[in-house]
């Protein structure tokens, strides 16, 4: 079994920054992939970001590429969301999720989900 739990979640305005962190337990972290989802209210829970096991293979949504960012520190068994220029349509519950078996932007992969963080950017 593998514990995820997110914070860094708030309240920012529009052109704010915020940086989701999320903390992994109960399965070595280095041999996971590991995933951002974000879902707003009433809509389907979507794809953010994506990253390797080693941290060398990034993969994001075309609606944050180029704002958002995702890292991992494998020493502290945490991933990482940098998300700068927000905009009132990144709104939204941030769950990370982890795999196994691979990266990808399908939900389905992943195993193992967080509780979610709220991220609610004002304009």
């Known amino acids: 079994q593998v514990q995820l739990v997110e914070s860094g979640g708030g309240l920012v305005q529009a052109g704010g920054s915020l940086r989701l962190s999320c903390a992994a337990s109960?399965?070595?972290?280095?041999?996971?992939?590991m995933a951002w989802f974000r879902q707003a209210p009433g809509k389907d829970r979507e794809f953010v970001a994506a990253?390797?096991?080693?941290?060398?293979?990034?993969v994001y949504a075309d609606s944050v590429k180029g704002r958002f960012t995702i890292s991992r520190d494998n020493a502290k068994n945490t991933v990482y969301l940098q998300m700068n220029s927000l905009k009132p349509e990144d709104t939204a519950v941030y769950c990370c999720?982890?795999?196994?078996?691979?990266?990808?932007?399908?939900?389905?992969?992943?195993?193992?989900w967080g509780q979610g963080t709220q991220v609610t950017v004002s304009s």
């Open positions: 990253i390797s096991v080693s941290g060398a293979r990034t």
């Open positions: 999720a982890a795999s196994p078996y691979g990266s990808s932007r399908y939900k389905d992969v992943y195993n193992y």
């Open positions: 109960g399965r070595t972290f280095s041999s996971l992939f």
